[in-house]
């Protein structure tokens, strides 16, 4: 079956201002709003990432993850991170395939070899798990949030 849903990997200096803007509202929607957490989104780190769009037939963009070269969250991996889908489309297997995707980009970008490690909401492990992370360490709070580290090497 085909996915209702197409992927595009960018640079950030390749995004269409109007890309940055729907793909910063989705963070917004879904961290800040959703999620009642006011934090620091904008970090500095979108400059020297890649950034997965997930849209719909429309073009709209209604999932996202930032892909982080080593270095940049982690000194010795690679990193996804916020990695969001719009409300009205949850439950379409969306996030499965931005995990999926996501996964693909990092090799593709940082090679095979790359770990990748990711900051999860701790309620989200079992979901993480299934795509082959695997928790490290205790939980912690982030912005106020339960958070695990999670591997998948």
Known sequence: MD?????????FDS??????????????????VEQNCPYQDCDNNDQHSFHLLGQDEDGNIIGYTR?????????EYCSIGRIATHPAYRNQNLGNLLIQESIKHCQK????????????????????????????????LEDGIPHLSMILK
């Not at 996915?3 to 640079?11: I, Q, V």
């Not at 892909?67 to 000194?75: A, C, F, Q, T, V």
């Open 3 to 11: 996915s209702p849903f197409t992927f595009t990997c960018k640079s």
């Open 67 to 75: 892909i982080l070269p080593k270095g940049i969250s982690y000194s």
């Open 15 to 32: 995004l269409a201002l109007n890309e940055l803007y729907e793909l910063l509202a989705l963070r917004q929607k879904v961290f800040v």
């Open 109 to 140: 970008l940082f090679g095979g070899a790359c770990s990748i490690k990711i900051s999860a909401q701790a309620h989200l492990e079992s979901f993480y798990s299934r795509h082959g992370f695997v928790a490290t360490g205790d939980a912690y």
